[in-house]
Antibody
Framework: EVQLVESGGALVQPGGSLRLSCAAS????????MHWVRQAAGKGLVWVSR????????IYAGSVKGRFTISRDNAKNTLYLQMNSLRAEDTAVYYC???????????WGQGTLVTVSS | QTVVTQEPSLTVSPGGTVTLTCSSS?????????PNWFQQRPGQPPRALIY???NRHSWTPARFSGSLLGGKAALTLSGVQPEDEADYYC??????????FGGGTKLTVL
């Protein structure tokens, strides 16, 4: 069974940093590209970042470029999102999602809540 | 800045048919945008329904179908069930770094 479990969400002050993790199981992690997607309370889904299977190619939404870094440790079957210079508008539930063999986001984690507030 | 637009809300009767659409501010939506559709129930993560315009996942009920309609991507629900009440999101790929979700459609079954 494919499972994605996010962790690391917390309350952090503006300007602070946080690292999210996404532990993957039930599939061969090294074969799949991965994404981060976020959702503010009561709002829609917003794509954040993507990484290829080997970790060599990453892309970001304009709103997080230069502040967030996506990475992965294939030996640990874990995806990361390092978030720096956090702003109030980064407050959201952050989901990791797998790119399936069909090229779409076929499996999603349950999400982890990040709150940026003083 | 590119914007992907969906109907904010739609209402359908049980057993009825409803079509949700997904348009792009750049113009016609094509198969090259690889339209995806997701369902999200309250308190749950999104669930993939349709990929590459019209392909269902193994878990997607047959009453859900995807297509291109009038320059937009479309998701049609036929024989709507009460459990179909949810938010629905489309996603379009623009190549390179652009991956955009629509604002979502809140579907009410009433």
């Amino acid at each position: 069974e494919v499972q994605l479990v996010e962790s690391g969400g917390a309350l952090v002050q503006p300007g602070g940093s946080l690292r999210l993790s996404c532990a993957a199981s039930g599939f061969t992690f090294t074969n799949h590209w991965m994404h981060w997607v976020r959702q503010a309370a009561g709002k829609g889904l917003v794509w954040v970042s993507r990484i290829n299977s080997g970790g060599s190619t990453t892309i970001y939404a304009g709103s997080v470029k230069g502040r967030f870094t996506i990475s992965r440790d294939n030996a640990k079957n874990t995806l990361y999102l390092q978030m720096n210079s956090l702003r109030a508008e980064d407050t959201a539930v952050y989901y990791c999602a797998r790119v399936g063999t069909s090229g779409d986001l076929d499996y999603w984690g349950q999400g982890t809540l990040v709150t940026v507030s003083s | 800045q590119t914007v992907v637009t969906q109907e904010p809300s739609l209402t359908v009767s049980p057993g009825g048919t409803v079509t949700l659409t997904c348009s792009s501010s750049t113009g016609v939506v094509t198969s090259g945008h690889y339209p995806n559709w997701f369902q999200q129930r309250p308190g749950q993560p999104p669930r993939a329904l349709i990929y590459s315009t019209s392909n269902r996942h193994s878990w997607t009920p047959a009453r859900f179908s995807g297509s291109l309609l009038g320059g937009k991507a479309a998701l049609t629900l036929s024989g709507v069930q009460p459990e179909d009440e949810a938010d629905y999101y489309c996603l379009l790929y623009y190549g390179g770094a652009d991956v955009l979700f629509g604002g979502g459609t809140k579907l009410t079954v009433l």
